[in-house]
């Protein structure tokens, strides 16, 4: 299942929590995303460590789970700089696998 706060705003990760309700955790694979939230250009994109901290804490709120199995940066062109990404993005991401939030990490990306 492919979801992010971006898709609708919140809603698509709200709408397959309930969804989900009852269905046992191992019959489903689950992937979110940080950095990209709203249609609105100038509140669309944050790749800071504080807002992919929060972001993920807050989609797994929507979801109604503990961890996803894939946690992907959306859409890595529209950060302001490469060294946001690999100097504080990755490494909150990195952080946020080791404390379990989830499985596996992935980036995305327009061609």
């Known amino acids: ?3 992010s706060p971006f898709y609708g705003e919140g809603r698509s990760e ?4 309930q969804a989900l309700k009852g269905v046992p955790r191992d019959k489903f694979y689950i992937g979110t995303k940080v ?3 709203k249609w609105e250009v100038t509140q669309s994109f944050n790749f800071s460590a504080e807002r992919v901290t929060q972001s993920i ?5 929507r979801l109604q789970l503990d961890y996803v199995d894939i946690l992907q940066v959306h859409d890595v062109e529209y950060a302001p700089s490469i060294d946001l990404i690999i100097n504080e993005t990755l490494p909150a991401v990195h952080k946020l696998k080791e404390k379990g939030l989830c ?7 327009y061609p």
């Open 1 to 3: 299942i492919d979801t």
């Open 14 to 17: 709200t709408f397959i929590g």
């Open 35 to 37: 950095g990209r939230y």
């Open 57 to 61: 804490e807050e989609s797994l709120q």
């Open 103 to 109: 499985r596996y990490i992935g980036i995305t990306g």
